[in-house]
């Protein structure tokens, strides 16, 4: 079955730029969905199709997708950034939703 | 504007059968389109996808869950409803519900989520 794989935990310094990864094979010929999950919340879609925004979600955020790897950018980061991130396919082999790990992201 | 209410027990003994029920408000479930879906999240772990229904009843199922689980809508109610057998102390997770964005494999609502706990 399709596998997802994101490092366990990225930091940032207020203000520089925070690059989460998600990994699989031949990732770029799916589409990449992005949610943020603050402690005791639901998550929050943040990026969809790889690189479209939601109403709502800043622009400091965008994405990218090509090769073996999708990448959510956080830019202009802020301490209220702070959170776990989640990248998610569909996995059309198996016709299943995957999650990735997630990522905590702290800012420094 | 979408919502999602989830309803059902916070404490299910092992071996027994847990039933989750999803109130969607803003939206029909019958409305061309329209996914539902049910995903969980063990304490401290990752999100795990267990199934999901379109308006045309269509189903999805994680093979590794395939045989435990059920999800039924129920149109007069507008509900989405997760039935899953034989519950283990593997299965405690917070339980959430999420709407299917139109015309991608994105989920852009979710509800609030509610926490089971299976424990004798």
């Known amino acids: 079955s399709y596998v997802v794989t994101q490092p366990p935990s990225v930091s940032v310094a207020p203000g520089q730029t925070a690059r989460i990864t998600c990994g699989g094979n031949h990732i770029g010929t799916k589409s990449v969905h992005w949610y943020r999950q603050e402690p005791g919340q639901a998550p929050v879609l943040v990026i969809f199709n790889d690189s479209d925004r939601p109403s709502g979600i800043p622009e400091r955020f965008s994405g990218s997708n090509s090769g073996n790897t999708a990448t959510l950018t956080i830019s202009r980061v802020e301490a209220g950034d702070e959170a776990d991130y989640y990248c998610q396919v569909w996995d059309v082999d198996s016709d299943r939703a995957v999650f990735g790990g997630g990522t905590q992201l702290t800012v420094l | 504007q979408i919502t999602l209410e989830e309803s059902g027990p916070t404490l299910v003994k092992p071996t027994e059968t847990l039933t989750l029920t999803c109130t969607f408000s803003g939206i029909s479930l019958s409305t061309s389109g329209v996914g539902a879906a049910w995903i969980r999240q063990p304490p401290g772990k990752a999100l795990e996808w267990l199934t999901l229904?379109?308006?045309?009843?269509?189903?999805r199922y994680t093979p590794s869950l395939k045989t435990r689980l059920t999800i039924v809508r129920d149109t007069s109610k507008n509900q989405v409803v997760l039935t899953m057998t034989n519950m283990d102390p593997v299965d405690t997770a917070t339980y959430y519900c999420?709407?299917?964005?139109?015309?991608?494999?994105?989920?852009?609502?979710w509800g609030q989520g509610t926490l089971v706990t299976v424990s004798s």
């Open positions: 229904i379109y308006w045309n009843e269509d189903k």
């Open positions: 999420a709407h299917l964005k139109h015309f991608t494999r994105a989920f852009d609502v």
